[in-house]
Nanobody, 125 residues
């Protein structure tokens, strides 16, 4: 599976951005799709995930109510709508795919075998 993320940029606090992630190749291996982010000098952290077989979505507490993940299984796309952005949201955002839909591990980066190249989101105060 190849993942291509796009949509990052510079935005003022309170603004919005929409990230996109296009999956290609063996897309049947994208049972769970997720977004992670990594700020400078910090570890990569879970942001949100969505499983193919479920409409249930999962969010980190820090983004709950502001970010929305969605997927289009026909187009093999995943989106991250980010509203009311804060300076602490500044990071490189990575989309990731997992072959499994195991609920207990979807917040762990080690559960994802496929990663996109990342797209930079910068939120100015």
């Amino acid at each position: 599976v190849q993942l291509q993320a796009s949509g990052g940029g510079l935005v003022q606090a309170g603004g919005s951005l929409r990230l996109s992630c296009a999956a290609s190749g063996r897309t049947f291996n994208t049972a769970t799709m997720a977004w992670f982010r990594q700020a400078p000098e910090k570890e990569r952290e879970f942001v949100t995930a969505i499983r193919r077989g479920s409409t249930t979505t999962h969010y980190a507490d820090s983004v709950k109510g502001r970010f929305t993940i969605s997927r289009d299984n026909v187009k093999n796309m995943v989106y991250l709508q980010m509203n009311n952005l804060k300076p602490e949201d500044t990071a490189v955002y990575y989309c990731a795919a997992s072959r499994t839909e195991i609920l207990s591990t979807l917040r762990s980066a080690t559960a994802y075998g496929y990663w996109g190249q990342g797209t930079l989101v910068t939120v100015s105060s």
